[in-house]
């Protein structure tokens, strides 16, 4: 994994004039980041919902096909920026048709066009009984220049099963779009993040959005505050929090990721709780009759 510099953008839900404001807006992003250096942009989920502020109120099963129509915008859009800036972009998710239903889906967008997906695997129950979206079923382990990666979408973080399963396919950096409208949602997911970054010493990059649309009954409110998280071992900080935004309001966070950073703590850190696993007694222990 060579360094990477990654820019989380922590998203803001407002008002908007145009599908024009919308991609202009995105791309006032990218070009940011580009000055910055960034080499990775991550946006958080749900990102195209916000296109509804487009629509008169509208149901969830009529939501669905409305945000589906701009399918073929969405990739476009992104795949001409990614290549105009050079960035490797995670487009947030997207709601799209498949078969006879929808479904929620991360898009990683590379300079040179090639495109890699990750469906959202656990659904929330608003997810399952209002939307009425089909959950994906496979993982998607990314090879790039910078190391392995892989897109788990909100909630999965929160299955410390798909963390651990990426880790073991040498995955270095979690991308973590999520989309949550109160702090309890935000924490459950936030505090996910950070385990699973401590517990398979890995790093997890977290996007999220804040503000508010409150008469869009889909995204009436984003409560986040975006950042990038280790191990809390050496030789990273204490907390294990590499950089977090300290506002709740749209925000551009910068990263500068280092494999050889994550393989000394690997190797020099006080504890190891990926190496120190031990599979064998958790299946003997889980096999046990119960008392």
């Not at 099963?61 to 945000?67: G, N, Q, R, S, V």
């Not at 889906?105 to 979206?133: M, S, V």
């Not at 975006?226 to 709740?248: E, K, Q």
């Amino acid at each position: 994994m060579k360094p990477l510099r990654i820019g989380i953008v922590q998203y803001e839900l407002a008002p908007l004039k145009s599908e024009a404001d919308f991609w202009d807006g995105i791309r006032r992003d990218a070009d940011q980041a580009k000055a910055d250096g960034v080499q990775l942009l991550i946006y958080p989920e749900y990102l195209t919902a916000h296109l509804l502020a487009l629509s008169e109120p509208l149901a969830h099963d009529e939501a669905a096909p409305y945000l589906d129509q701009f399918t073929d915008r969405y990739i476009h859009f992104f795949s001409d920026l990614s290549r105009d800036t050079g960035i490797i972009i995670l487009a947030g998710t997207h709601i799209r048709r498949e078969g006879s239903g929808y479904v929620n889906e991360a898009y990683l967008f590379f300079p040179d066009g090639r495109i890699e997906t990750q469906q959202k695997l656990h659904l929330t129950p608003e997810e399952r009984n209002c939307w009425h979206l089909s959950p994906g079923n496979r993982l998607n382990i990314i090879d790039t220049d910078f190391g392995r990666m892989a897109i788990l979408v909100c909630y999965d973080i929160e299955f410390p099963e798909l963390s651990r399963i990426v880790a073991e396919q040498e995955v270095a950096l979690i991308l973590n779009p999520i989309y949550t409208d109160q702090a309890a949602g935000y924490y459950r997911v936030r505090h996910c993040a950070q385990a699973r970054a401590i517990e398979n010493q890995r790093f997890v990059a977290l996007s999220g959005m804040v503000g508010s649309l409150p008469y869009i009954p889909q995204i009436d409110a984003g409560y986040a505050e975006s950042g990038c998280f280790s191990p809390c071992d050496f030789p990273f900080p204490a907390n294990g929090v590499l950089r977090i935004t300290d506002r709740m309001q749209k925000d551009l966070i910068l990263v500068d990721l280092d494999l050889t950073q994550l393989k000394r703590n690997w190797e020099e850190g006080q504890v190891s709780p990926y190496r120190d696993r031990k599979p064998e007694l958790y299946q003997q222990l889980a096999s046990q009759p119960s008392q």
